[in-house]
């Protein structure tokens, strides 16, 4: 058996429990974007149909590139989606938590119908005006939740790799703005372009506002 059959899948079970308690809507929000050096915050909401499931939805890190993109079409074919991006000057502004929680609650209400329930990867309720369940590492086990991973990430990395054509030269394609090797060698060649999240420790280096430890 490979590992990646062993690997624990994200199910519905938290999803039909509740049913089986109230009726109502579902969503499930998750974000991508919270660590890299450069680019926006992307939320996304997602309510299923439980009728017509999407194929191929795991957590978004433990699929390959074609892997979630196939899962991305299949989940906008099938399922309410809504996104939401925190730009990098909000991000500088209010901090990285603080527009995190912004964009996943500005995704749940551009969603079509308002849920009855938000189910939300991490430890940070967003305020949102309908009740909302918290769920560490909810991507792994939620089927809503793995499947707003999916759509907030290949929208993302959509949106990185335009930067990359637009700011060539820091590998933006590649790394998606997280801190690797290339991309901080980029920094120092390059110096920072606009996308760079100034309020972030490496950026803040390669512009010398803060001193070496």
């Not at 957590?59 to 990098?88: G, M, N, P």
């Not at 949106?159 to 997280?178: C, N, S, V």
Request: net charge positive; hydrophobic share 45%; charged share 25%.
């Amino acid at each position: 058996m490979t590992v990646r059959s062993q690997r624990i899948r994200p199910t519905l079970e938290l999803e039909q429990a509740e049913l089986a308690l109230a009726r109502g809507a579902i969503a499930g929000v998750d974000e991508a974007g919270r660590g890299p050096w450069a680019g926006p915050v992307v939320a996304a909401a997602v309510i299923l149909n439980l009728e017509n499931l999407p194929v191929g939805v795991e957590d978004s890190k433990a699929l390959r590139a074609q892997e979630r993109e196939a899962a991305f079409a299949s989940i906008r074919k099938t399922s309410r989606v809504a996104i939401c991006v925190a730009d990098v000057d909000q991000i500088d502004r209010d901090n990285i938590l603080n527009a995190t929680m912004w964009a996943m609650a500005e995704a749940v209400a551009r969603l079509e119908e308002v849920p009855r329930l938000v189910l939300v990867d991490g430890n940070r309720r967003p305020p949102i005006n309908c009740e909302a369940r918290t769920i560490v590492k909810g991507d792994a086990k939620c089927l809503s939740i793995a499947a707003a991973s999916i759509i907030a990430k290949v929208t993302r990395d959509k949106m990185m790799t335009e930067f990359a054509e637009t700011y060539p030269g820091y590998g933006f394609e590649r790394h998606k703005g997280y801190g690797t090797r290339q991309h901080r060698e980029a920094l120092h060649r390059l110096g920072v372009c606009p996308i760079h999240r100034r309020s972030f420790r490496p950026v803040q280096l390669a512009l010398g506002l803060a001193d070496p430890l």
